[in-house]
């Protein structure tokens, strides 16, 4: 309120005992000189608040869930990389039922397994989610400590290397290009055997062993293959997943086998650091 000894000349009427005065403007003067708006101008001052309001919640932003429908934002989510729709299930709860769906997540599982030799027997379990599933594939594909159950669940091409004996050599059809490769097969007992009709393995026996060292945190200091007393071959893992072991005289290869029932590979996840 503004009292009517404040008010400019030529502003005002002058009150009367108790009657009020109205101004040009709309406002009211009682007796005591105190000016108050009039209803009208009360109202437009009403809208033009709501009017205002109404603007900044227009500016908000507002979730695309709600927009676009859960349907909608999956088939969107469909179009992302595994990475990008992963950040995705840390922006609400909403956003984590959409995401974090098998029909969006088998498609990226496939996705991810297309062009692999071996798919990790651990993301095949019964019950996963395709979430976990494809989880669990990505750190087994970053696996590089080789397990018996990946020596025994893969067939092995076997191959010498140039550094054996030329007579070795020429027995090895790698070499002299006149059939397809030697294969080994692992056993659980570790043992060793190959095809019926090699002419390299001679029937003896063989067995195997795998040798890991630790360091600090985990870390791996140690890791390599052993056949009977011959020496220790290095394990390596490609981009496709396959496994392959060699030293200096030979080598073997896992041969794909990402078709093979209920997937390869330890049936628990083996979580370890790379070497130092």
């Known amino acids: ?49 709501q009017d205002g309001a109404e603007e900044e919640k227009s500016e908000v932003p507002q979730d695309p869930l709600e927009v676009f429908g859960s349907d909608m934002m999956m088939m969107i989510l469909s179009y992302l990389d595994a990475p ?23 498609t990226k599982c496939e996705e991810l397994w297309s062009g692999k030799a071996h798919i990790p027997r651990i993301s095949l379990a019964r019950g996963l989610s395709k979430l976990a599933a494809y989880s669990y594939s990505v750190m087994d594909g970053n696996r590089i400590r080789i397990t018996k159950d990946d020596l025994c669940d893969h067939a092995w091409n076997f191959h010498y290397n140039r550094g054996a004996p030329e007579y070795w050599r020429n027995l090895d059809p790698y070499w002299k290009g006149t059939g397809p490769p030697m294969r080994r097969y692992f056993h659980p007992d570790g043992s060793q055997t190959a095809d019926p009709g090699d002419q390299v393995w001679g029937g003896h026996e063989c067995c195997y062993s795998i040798v890991t060292s630790f360091v600090g945190e985990g870390k791996m200091r140690e890791h390599y293959v052993r056949i009977n007393r011959w020496p220790q071959m290095s394990v390596f893992r490609k981009p496709d997943w396959s496994w392959e072991m060699s030293n200096h005289l030979y080598c073997y290869s896992s041969i794909p086998d990402a078709d093979k029932k209920g997937g390869t590979g330890p049936r628990f996840p083996v979580f370890l650091r790379e070497r130092k």
């Open 1 to 49: 309120m503004t009292r009517i000894e404040e008010l400019p000349n030529g502003m005002a009427a002058e009150a009367m005992g108790d009657k009020m005065a109205w101004f040009g403007d709309g406002d009211a003067v009682g007796s005591r000189g105190i000016v108050s708006e009039s209803p009208g101008r009360k109202r437009k001052k009403k809208r033009k608040r």
């Open 84 to 106: 990008s729709v992963a950040l995705s299930l840390l922006v609400s709860r909403g956003w984590h039922g959409v995401a974090s769906s098998d029909r969006l997540w088998s």
